[in-house]
């Protein structure tokens, strides 16, 4: 049950852009994106819900497909401030995963280092 | 501020030693969960809990117990450390809202305790 994120690990030049994808073989019921510096705690970007979804800021946006099994990270313009490891968190829809309060299931990262 | 506490960020064991992990957030959420997390692997849930001494297992509770006395509070036991529990433990909390039960709203981390048992 755990999303598979692609690609593993990706290297940027500052400007350029990244897209991290989150695949589920099963519908989702939210999509949690969150970025990891080494050494820290990992932090909240945002959150999905609806299937077509589409939120986020000029930078850093996401979307969520209408099937709810894929949700794509997009980092536009890239700063060395975005360089790290960034994680989706999914929560399986009530049909698939009987019983849930609430824990989300990480994939496992996918590292981006953005270069000068 | 959201804030969740950790006891320790670096701790060092012995094989067989009982080691306790401490986990504190301020936010009154009533979800809190513990993760560990390892190069390749990602983050895996241990335990979580929705409630005061309620306990759910996650996917590797093997080895581990929890306990949660209080709102605010959620331990992380290791019974016996082994070698293969070296590792990075992260706890989080959440608040818990939405239809049917459902957590809508995301999890908030601590900056994590990195344990090496030796």
């Known amino acids: 049950q755990q999303p598979v994120q692609s690609p593993q690990a990706v290297i940027l030049r500052e400007g350029e852009d990244a897209v991290i994808n989150c695949s589920s073989s099963?519908?989702?019921?939210?999509v949690h994106w969150y970025r990891q510096k080494h050494g820290e705690a990992p932090v909240f970007l945002m959150i999905?819900?609806?299937?077509?979804e589409q939120k986020g800021h000029e930078k850093i946006s996401a979307s969520f497909n209408e099937k709810k099994q894929q949700s794509s990270l997009y980092l536009t313009a890239s700063q060395l401030s975005y360089s790290g490891t960034y994680f989706c968190g999914t929560e399986m829809a009530p049909m698939n995963y009987g019983g849930s309060q609430g824990n989300l299931i990480f994939g496992k990262g996918t590292k981006l280092s953005v270069k000068p | 501020d959201v804030k969740v506490t950790q006891s320790s960020r670096y701790l060092v064991k012995r094989t067989g030693e009982k080691v306790f992990l401490e986990c504190v957030q301020d936010m009154d959420h009533e979800n809190m969960f513990w993760y560990r997390q390892d190069p390749g692997l990602g983050l895996r849930l241990i335990y979580f809990?929705?409630?005061?001494?309620?306990?759910e297992k996650g996917d590797i509770p093997e080895g581990y117990s929890v306990s949660r006395e209080k709102k605010e509070r959620f331990s992380l036991i290791l019974e016996s450390a082994s070698t293969n529990q070296t590792s990075m433990y992260l706890c989080a909390s959440s608040l818990f809202s939405g239809l049917a039960g459902w957590n809508q709203e995301t999890q908030y981390f601590g900056p994590g305790t990195r344990l090496l048992v030796l």
């Open positions: 099963k519908a989702l019921y939210s």
């Open positions: 999905l819900l609806k299937g077509g």
């Open positions: 809990s929705y409630d005061v001494k309620m306990k």
